[in-house]
């Protein structure tokens, strides 16, 4: 595995490759990796011949300077997670990315999905996400990239703009990866006390109830968000929204809808979780 921390060290390496025909993935990630991101790293190695992990805490999307500095930089852990499975981990700097600083850098906006649900309660988030990314899709320039289905409004937000730049990258979404008790792996778990960690499950069993509920047959959405939310915040968490939206859209659900999407998010202590559950309609 070669650690790079230049834009010139990077186009060598990933030049070379593409000379001897190689087919190159991809996992973006801000590092203090966890296996759910090793899962996304394996899944493109199974589908690649050279995999590149880029490692940038990227401060474009953060919308609150304390979170930006708290962010754990676990560097040397990270790339001993990461073992053999890359063969490259590019590590810039922001100084790097945004040469001219953040004010001054173009920014790639993708309307409708960056504005709602966790776009309207982090304005600006979801333009530092899709700026990042397409950044280092140009950077890498690679045939694969995977993302993990855990962000799924991420996810859908990446895969519109590739589609919408015609940008010539499979994106690969990687279903979620669970601890035993069902909790999605997340670098926020991280946060969380002992005590918390142990009721932190309780998000992603509500949300299957949830699910249940919805694919019997239940519609009436306000009231299903709401009971979800009274019983997380009677357990100690502080609901952040759970919203149930067109799966493919992330619009309103419509007579036309093939699918649901229950979206939460919820604060346990110091710690933002999220999770989501598809329901086929």
């Not at 296996?35 to 589908?47: F, I, N």
């Not at 966790?118 to 990314?133: I, M, N, Q």
């Not at 670098?187 to 699910?211: H, I, K, Q």
Request: glycine share 10%.
């Amino acid at each position: 595995m070669q650690l790079v921390s230049t834009i010139e060290e990077l186009r060598t390496v990933i030049g070379g490759w593409r000379r001897g025909g190689e087919r190159i993935g991809f996992v973006p990630t801000m590092g203090n990796l966890h296996q759910g991101h090793l899962e996304l790293v394996q899944q493109a190695r199974a589908r690649a011949d050279r995999v590149v992990v880029s490692i940038f805490v990227n401060p474009l999307q953060f919308d609150r300077a304390a979170d930006l500095a708290a962010y754990p930089r676990t560097l040397e852990q990270d790339c001993e997670r990461l073992g053999e499975l890359a063969d490259l981990v590019f590590t810039p700097t922001p100084e790097l990315m945004y040469p001219h600083g953040q004010q001054q850098q173009t920014r790639v906006s993708v309307p409708g999905i960056s504005q709602v649900l966790e776009g309207a309660l982090r304005p600006g988030h979801f333009d530092g996400v899709s700026t990042v990314v397409c950044k280092l899709f140009n950077l890498v320039q690679p045939d694969l990239a995977c993302f993990g289905e855990k962000d799924y409004q991420q996810l859908a937000l990446i895969r519109k703009m590739t589609a919408d730049l015609n940008l010539p990258v499979e994106i690969l979404g990687v279903p979620t990866v669970r601890a035993g008790d069902g909790l999605a792996l997340s670098s926020r778990n991280g946060y969380l006390t002992g005590a918390e960690r142990a009721l932190a499950p309780m998000l992603a069993a509500t949300m299957n109830r949830l699910a249940e509920r919805l694919a019997a047959g239940e519609r009436d959405l306000e009231l299903l968000a709401k009971e979800g939310a009274a019983r997380l915040d009677g357990a100690g968490f502080r609901t952040d929204g759970i919203d149930i939206v067109d799966a493919d859209t992330l619009a309103p659900l419509g007579e036309h809808s093939r699918a649901a999407v229950i979206l939460m998010a919820a604060f346990l202590g110091k710690a933002r979780l999220i999770d989501n559950q598809v329901v086929p309609l």
